[in-house]
């Protein structure tokens, strides 16, 4: 009996010792709702209303309910499209801009069952909820609270009559919803049941955002609440579908976050892809994005549905970035997805699972600098476990640190994969990461935020066996839960590189070289090339004629087979007002004298720059420097 008493005691003491031992959270923690937000990653957003049957884009509330008769509406094949794209739910606009509700809702006469759809007996909304239990993927719902139809917009009788009791409807008899959805278009011209004209509200004190944060806590207390500024999740700040290379989860408004009223001002959209490095609340970025160039289907965009390749790019600038992805789909009015809707998402969703079937650092050999308090519960092996909780950890003191990975075979891979046990905060500010190539490390990668994901995408492929990640900048201890290494198929590569040609042709298209007969280096052909022989210029200034982000440089050499004048040494600098220039990369071109393909030059950070100077510091047979393209991404 002693000895059970004793090592009852020992465990205790054991349990409390290591409790005391885990890093204390920093800063703000995500909610629970939020940790499993985080986790669905990607998800879509279908606007189905009478709009679609006029082929407008926002409708003005005045259209018959007789036009919203879908002949070939199945809700179970738009899920089966969804579910093949990967994403992980659905958030259905209930209810428009349009005032149209696609329930039968007792609050308007201007709904689902004034229209042909279903003999009059049609519910869209409950059709939408059942085929996602079906599918086994989420559902969310949007209601605008704008309604260009109804009368008493703009009065208090709309909100207390109408939009509030709405909520409660959807809330109520919709089962459970992994999100709410708010936008900021708020007041402005409309039908308003026949009274065509403009109509202005304040959206923070009209709406009462305060009982409807409430409403959406009691019936919905797991649905993220989204809006301009949260209070869950908030918007990326544009329609692009990026978030900021660097991306903090923390943020703080300038105006007050509905249900949160000790937050100040209103935001500046410039902020929001960014968020707010220690912020007063936890608010990640939802990026949102429609499939074709609107957010409603028109015909005259069929042939416009954003490529698989291009939707991929979307998921780096997104999900790779630490926030969601929210892919804006759209019916024809027959009800069904178009064809090339439907392809190009599973194609995306076909290329995501092969690329992230094998992780290639699982089974890897990894040693750490530093492991907090030398404990089992903290050790490396959790990095590569695909548990997003479990994480190495360094002590207190100790918030700069290196890994060494020792992968069991040389593989090839071109994505590396961050994330931070987000449950204790958003912690670490910079890291890198080398390569080993049998004599020395070379630095192929780094990023600032980390978070809850980060995906690192290399230019190229990269070979290696060993290989070193260096935690550069936090402010206290590290907590990383997860390091792994992918290879995008073969084909996807090939796609993408030359989606990348495509699209910095584009966007060279505007850019201009000072002087201007050097303009064969941004033209797009790489077998035009510019002879740089003036001995009194040793540098091509590029202005692109507007602000850009550069993150890496490609240089191409010439392709024509000689070797005259190919640079091997270089020096890139950036400027915004073309007067002064401030270093961001130099270096060496190995090999390029037998391999002369681009040089893609990967900026340890991301940088705004108006103009790029390029210069020659050495070429392999002492001539003048030649140059066949220049791009950046």
Same mark, same amino acid.
């Given at each position: 009996?002693? !000895?059970?008493?004793?090592?009852?005691?020992?465990?205790?003491?054991?349990?409390?010792? %290591?409790?005391? +031992?885990? /890093?204390?959270?920093?800063?703000?923690? $995500?909610?629970? !709702?939020?940790?499993? =937000?985080?986790?669905?990653?990607?998800?879509?957003?279908?606007?189905?209303?009478?709009?679609? @049957?006029?082929?407008?884009?926002?409708?003005?509330?005045?259209?018959?309910?007789?036009?919203?008769?879908?002949?070939?509406?199945?809700?179970?094949?738009?899920?089966?499209?969804?579910?093949?794209?990967?994403?992980?739910?659905?958030?259905?606009?209930a209810k428009h801009h349009d005032g149209f509700a696609l329930w039968p809702t007792k609050t308007t006469p201007y709904n689902i069952s004034a229209s042909p759809f279903r003999g009059g007996k049609g519910d869209l909304v409950k059709e939408m909820m059942d085929a996602s239990k079906k599918a086994?993927?989420?559902?969310?719902?949007?209601?605008? /609270?704008?309604?260009?139809?109804?009368?008493?917009?703009?009065?208090?009788?709309?909100?207390?009559?109408?939009?509030?009791?709405?909520?409660?409807?959807?809330?109520?008899?919709?089962?459970?919803?992994?999100?709410?959805?708010?936008?900021?278009?708020?007041?402005?011209? &409309?039908?308003?049941?026949?009274?065509k004209e403009k109509r202005s509200i304040n959206a923070s004190d009209y709406y009462d955002f305060d009982k409807i944060w409430g409403m959406v806590r009691s019936k919905?207390?797991?649905?993220?609440?989204?809006?301009?500024?949260?209070?869950?999740?908030?918007?990326?700040?544009?329609?692009?579908?990026?978030? &900021? +290379?660097?991306?903090?989860?923390? @943020?703080? $408004?300038?105006?007050?976050?509905?249900?949160?009223?000790?937050?100040?001002?209103?935001?500046?959209?410039?902020?929001? $892809?960014?968020?707010? !490095?220690?912020?007063?609340?936890?608010?990640?970025?939802?990026?949102?994005?429609?499939?074709?160039?609107?957010?409603?289907?028109?015909?005259?965009?069929?042939?416009?549905?954003?490529? /698989?390749?291009?939707?991929?790019?979307?998921?780096?600038?997104?999900?790779?970035?630490?926030?969601?992805? #929210?892919?804006?789909?759209?019916?024809?009015?027959?009800?069904?997805?178009?064809?090339? #809707?439907?392809?190009?998402?599973?194609?995306?969703?076909?290329?995501?699972?092969?690329?992230?079937?094998?992780?290639?650092?699982?089974?890897?050999?990894?040693?750490?600098?530093?492991?907090?308090?030398?404990? %089992?519960?903290?050790?490396?092996?959790?990095?590569?476990?695909?548990?997003?909780?479990?994480?190495?950890?360094?002590?207190?003191?100790?918030?700069?640190?290196?890994?060494?990975?020792?992968?069991?075979?040389?593989?090839?891979?071109?994505?590396?994969?961050?994330?931070?046990?987000?449950?204790?905060?958003?912690?670490?500010?910079?890291?890198?990461? *080398?390569? =080993?190539?049998?004599?020395?490390?070379?630095?192929?990668?780094?990023?600032?935020?980390?978070?809850?994901?980060?995906?690192?995408?290399?230019?190229?492929?990269?070979?290696?066996?060993?290989?070193?990640?260096?935690?550069?900048?936090?402010?206290?201890?590290?907590?990383? +839960?997860?390091?792994?290494?992918?290879?995008?198929?073969?084909?996807?590569?090939?796609?993408?590189?030359?989606?990348?040609?495509?699209?910095?042709?584009?966007?060279?298209?505007?850019?201009?070289?000072?002087?201007?007969? *050097?303009?064969?280096?941004?033209?797009?052909? /790489?077998?035009?090339?510019?002879?740089?022989?003036?001995?009194?210029?040793?540098?091509?200034?590029?202005?692109?004629?507007?602000?850009?982000?550069?993150?890496?440089?490609?240089?191409?050499?010439?392709?024509?087979?000689?070797?005259?004048?190919?640079?091997?040494?270089?020096?890139?600098?950036?400027?915004?007002?073309?007067?002064?220039?401030?270093?961001?990369?130099?270096?060496? @071109?190995?090999?390029?004298?037998?391999?002369?393909?681009?040089?893609?030059?990967?900026?340890?950070?991301?940088?705004?720059?108006?103009?790029?100077?390029?210069?020659?510091?050495?070429?392999?047979?002492?001539?003048?420097?030649?140059?066949?393209?220049?791009?950046?991404?």
């Amino acid at each position: 009996m002693k !000895r059970i008493i004793f090592s009852l005691s020992c465990c205790l003491f054991v349990a409390t010792a %290591i409790a005391q +031992s885990a /890093p204390k959270p920093y800063g703000v923690l $995500p909610t629970e !709702r939020q940790l499993r =937000w985080q986790e669905m990653e990607m998800y879509v957003i279908m606007h189905f209303t009478p709009t679609t @049957f006029q082929n407008k884009e926002w409708g003005f509330g005045d259209a018959e309910p007789a036009i919203f008769n879908p002949s070939n509406f199945n809700a179970d094949k738009i899920f089966a499209a969804v579910k093949a794209g990967g994403f992980k739910g659905l958030t259905l606009v209930a209810k428009h801009h349009d005032g149209f509700a696609l329930w039968p809702t007792k609050t308007t006469p201007y709904n689902i069952s004034a229209s042909p759809f279903r003999g009059g007996k049609g519910d869209l909304v409950k059709e939408m909820m059942d085929a996602s239990k079906k599918a086994g993927l989420a559902f969310g719902l949007y209601c605008s /609270p704008w309604d260009r139809n109804n009368p008493n917009y703009s009065k208090p009788e709309y909100v207390n009559n109408v939009y509030h009791p709405q909520l409660e409807e959807l809330y109520t008899n919709y089962g459970k919803l992994y999100t709410v959805f708010f936008d900021g278009a708020n007041g402005g011209d &409309g039908y308003y049941g026949g009274a065509k004209e403009k109509r202005s509200i304040n959206a923070s004190d009209y709406y009462d955002f305060d009982k409807i944060w409430g409403m959406v806590r009691s019936k919905q207390p797991m649905a993220v609440a989204f809006s301009d500024i949260g209070p869950d999740i908030r918007w990326v700040g544009n329609e692009r579908g990026e978030a &900021g +290379s660097t991306s903090w989860a923390t @943020f703080t $408004p300038q105006s007050p976050v509905p249900g949160k009223k000790s937050s100040p001002g209103f935001v500046k959209e410039e902020v929001l $892809p960014i968020g707010t !490095r220690n912020g007063d609340f936890w608010i990640p970025a939802e990026c949102d994005v429609p499939l074709r160039p609107g957010w409603f289907y028109h015909p005259e965009q069929d042939g416009k549905t954003k490529t /698989p390749i291009q939707l991929l790019n979307l998921y780096y600038k997104s999900v790779g970035r630490g926030a969601s992805l #929210d892919l804006g789909i759209a019916p024809m009015p027959s009800g069904e997805l178009h064809s090339d #809707d439907i392809a190009n998402m599973k194609a995306f969703g076909d290329i995501l699972r092969a690329t992230f079937a094998n992780n290639l650092a699982h089974g890897a050999s990894i040693t750490a600098s530093n492991t907090r308090a030398k404990s %089992i519960l903290y050790t490396v092996n959790h990095l590569t476990d695909n548990d997003r909780y479990s994480y190495w950890a360094t002590d207190d003191q100790v918030n700069t640190a290196s890994l060494e990975i020792n992968l069991r075979l040389p593989s090839k891979f071109n994505v590396i994969r961050l994330r931070e046990n987000i449950k204790l905060g958003q912690r670490i500010e910079a890291v890198a990461v *080398d390569s =080993w190539d049998g004599k020395g490390w070379n630095e192929i990668a780094t990023a600032t935020s980390i978070g809850g994901n980060r995906l690192i995408r290399l230019p190229k492929m990269v070979e290696a066996q060993k290989l070193r990640l260096r935690i550069l900048q936090s402010p206290v201890s590290i907590a990383l +839960s997860d390091f792994a290494l992918f290879a995008e198929p073969a084909a996807v590569l090939v796609e993408n590189e030359k989606a990348n040609l495509d699209a910095m042709v584009n966007a060279k298209k505007t850019w201009k070289l000072l002087p201007s007969q *050097d303009s064969a280096a941004i033209d797009g052909n /790489p077998a035009t090339w510019t002879y740089v022989g003036d001995p009194k210029r040793e540098h091509l200034l590029i202005d692109f004629q507007k602000t850009q982000t550069i993150s890496i440089i490609d240089f191409l050499p010439r392709q024509d087979g000689l070797k005259t004048g190919m640079v091997d040494q270089y020096l890139y600098e950036t400027s915004l007002d073309g007067v002064s220039f401030s270093i961001a990369a130099q270096g060496e @071109f190995s090999n390029i004298a037998n391999n002369p393909v681009q040089q893609s030059t990967v900026l340890k950070n991301p940088t705004q720059a108006r103009f790029l100077r390029i210069t020659s510091k050495h070429t392999i047979d002492g001539s003048a420097p030649t140059v066949a393209e220049i791009g950046i991404r």
